[in-house]
């Protein structure tokens, strides 16, 4: 049986797009993830603030973190974000997934996105469907 860290740091060995991101874990449990990453000036939009993207990005990273960490292959049926707060070059942001729903073929997440401030920058929710197939065996 693995445990929601193993899954999760399979996933990461392999997700290069959350490596490019320059994610990090902060803590995984059951159900939950909790990730941070610094924003870099390549991930600016033309208006001079952060790419809407990257928030996204970040939020669905913690989603699947915490979404398929039970080792059940999930996959987002529909994701949404609110964007509260501009984001800047060198802020820190931190993404917390909590689940608000566990089915047998669906889950719902809440993720919230911090910034080193502890300002509410983004809002995101997330619907997943789980398949019958796993990620890793041990």
């Keep these: 049986m693995s445990t929601p860290q193993q899954v999760v740091t399979h996933m990461m060995q392999h997700d290069l797009f959350s490596q490019w ?57 529909d994701t949404s974000i609110n964007f509260i707060k501009p984001i800047h070059v060198g802020d820190e942001l931190i993404a917390e997934a909590k689940e608000l729903h566990n ?19 983004a809002q995101f929710k997330g619907l997943c469907y789980r398949t019958d197939k796993r990620l890793i065996t041990i």
């Design 103 to 121: 089915g047998k073929s669906t889950g719902l997440y809440q993720i919230e996105i911090t910034n080193q401030k502890n300002y509410l920058v």
């Design 21 to 77: 991101l320059g994610i990090s874990i902060i803590e995984i449990r059951e159900g939950y993830s909790k990730i941070k990453m610094t924003v870099r000036p390549e991930m600016m939009n033309g208006l001079g603030i952060v790419h809407g993207g990257i928030a996204f990005s970040l939020a669905d990273s913690a989603f699947a973190f915490a979404c398929n960490n039970r080792n059940q292959l999930s996959v987002a049926l």
